[in-house]
């Protein structure tokens, strides 16, 4: 696409202008079909899944690397909750100036400089194609808990990764992930309205476990609150952090929206209130019904109920479980391929990536990333993979709070549909939050973040530095000058 600026520059700190963006968005030929509503479902979608489904009973149990934090679960959500909240609003103002796909990657691209920009999308292709990963594993955890309470017990080679004893490959996970991809080149519009129905009967679920299981709280499992005191619950607070954001994948979804100055801000911070209202509940629910011990963390609320004699309640919850769950590997697929696209579109990536369908499908990008989700889900543990795209993301919001800061004070006059309060201490708060809970992640969780980060420094010198449509001697730029 030919750009229009002429704030071009050979430097890697140059910063693409709004008005560009703009544009682009405009005449992106992506399909726009998606209302508040939807765009909310998408964000609560992403944000509620395998993190209450799967990483609450993990977290409250703990495992081989991690003691339990018990019922102080319901802390490490809070911690985790107000770090995304501080966020959530420095998302939301730039949403509102900046309808784009590209999300975390756009903003940074415009206050911060290129270099920047490129480090946080390169980022984000890692961390949105491992959450797609570690839900497709989540829910084939269910799936093999529901299938065991029929007497159905799949092999260990297939169901397990080799990090257990038995495992080879996940194969439930992978076919998950291929699925999910599937639904997603359908079109925005067929996934904007099975997300919509999906999100609508995941909230009665939660609705549903919530107000049943308070019948069977038994109080003596909050005894000990916290029995493992508050050092496991912040590094709690590092690994759920994964259940409370989403609307960042949301976010890349703007282009795509019929008024995304207007719906996005509030679509962001809707599904952010909504979603750990129902955090709160059913992590107190979880840990009332059964002591921390015993529940299981690759299913706890199906344990939960299978131990209060309900193992009907127990498969029904399995099954829509899995229905649930899906709305969050949809949104974050959906992340990484518009993430992917603007990238290709900037030139930062070779243009063959942006090209889209007639449905307005960037097809190639959501196929390569549905099938790298479907190698990390069958390959890897899933905590490894959770820290892994809580270290990602974590990074990308303290990216964000910094832009914002910066642009509010550099462009004071652009327009904006939403401005965060409290203005500079809500952005240094999730700031703060965030550089707090990265310093919880283990240190193989750094090591794999900074080798992924060192192989995109080298492809962005090799190549997108060079063929960026901000350089004015990029080939693509020549090209345009020629025509």
């Not at 509503?37 to 998408?42: F, G, P």
């Not at 303290?398 to 500079?424: G, N």
Request: with cysteine; charged share 10%.
């Amino acid at each position: 696409m030919p750009h229009t600026s002429n704030t071009t520059s050979h430097s890697i700190w140059r910063r693409k202008p709004v008005s560009d963006m703009t544009e682009e968005a405009a005449s992106s030929g992506l399909h726009k079909s998606l209302g508040l509503w939807q765009l909310t479902a998408i964000g609560v979608g992403g944000i509620i899944g395998v993190g209450i489904f799967s990483l609450a009973g993990l977290v409250a149990h703990g495992d081989a690397a991690n003691p339990g934090v018990g019922p102080a679960v319901l802390i490490s959500f809070l911690i985790a909750g107000l770090a995304s909240a501080a966020a959530a609003l420095s998302y939301a103002e730039f949403a509102g100036m900046i309808p784009r796909a590209g999300s975390a990657y756009s903003y940074g691209y415009v206050a911060l400089g290129e270099v920047v920009g490129w480090f946080i999308g390169w980022d984000l292709l890692l961390e949105y194609v491992a959450i797609v990963a570690v839900v497709a594993i989540g829910i084939s955890g269910y799936l093999d808990a529901f299938l065991s309470g029929f007497g159905v017990h799949l092999p260990l080679s297939l169901t397990e990764t080799a990090d257990v004893p038995g495992g080879v490959v996940n194969v439930p996970a992978i076919v998950i992930c291929l699925l999910v991809t599937f639904l997603l080149s359908r079109g925005t519009q067929t996934f904007g309205r099975f997300e919509l129905v999906a999100v609508a009967i995941k909230i009665a679920l939660i609705l549903g476990i919530v107000g049943l299981g308070v019948f069977y709280i038994n109080t003596e499992n909050y005894n000990p609150f916290m029995p493992s005191g508050f050092g496991p619950v912040f590094t709690g607070a590092a690994t759920v952090f994964f259940a409370v954001f989403g609307y960042d994948a949301m976010s890349t979804a703007a282009e795509e929206a019929k008024d995304g100055r207007k719906h996005m801000p509030k679509a962001i911070i809707l599904s952010l209130i909504i979603a750990m209202l129902l955090y709160v509940a059913a992590t107190l629910v979880l840990t009332g019904m059964q002591n921390y011990t015993d529940i299981d963390p690759k299913a706890g609320f199906a344990s939960a109920f299978s131990s209060v004699g309900l193992p009907v309640v127990a498969a029904i919850i399995s099954v829509f479980a899995v229905l649930s769950i899906l709305t969050v590997m949809l949104t974050f697929l959906l992340g990484a391929t518009r993430v992917w696209f603007s990238m290709s579109r900037d030139g930062l990536l070779p243009g063959w990536f942006s090209k889209v369908d007639r449905r307005g499908v960037p097809q190639r990008v959501t196929w390569i990333a549905g099938l790298a989700s479907a190698f990390f889900a069958g390959i890897f543990p899933i905590r490894a993979v959770a820290d892994l795209t809580n270290i990602g993301i974590l990074a990308a919001f303290v990216v964000v709070c910094v832009a914002v800061i910066v642009f509010r004070y550099t462009k004071p006059d652009a327009p904006r549909t939403f401005r965060l309060p409290l203005m500079p201490v809500v952005p240094i708060i999730g700031v703060g939050f965030s550089l707090f809970l990265i310093s919880q992640l283990h240190w193989e969780t750094w090591l794999r973040f900074a080798v992924w980060l060192v192989i995109g420094l080298i492809i962005y010198f090799a190549y997108g530095r060079r063929h960026s449509l901000m350089n004015p001697d990029s080939p693509r730029r020549r090209a345009d000058k020629k025509a």
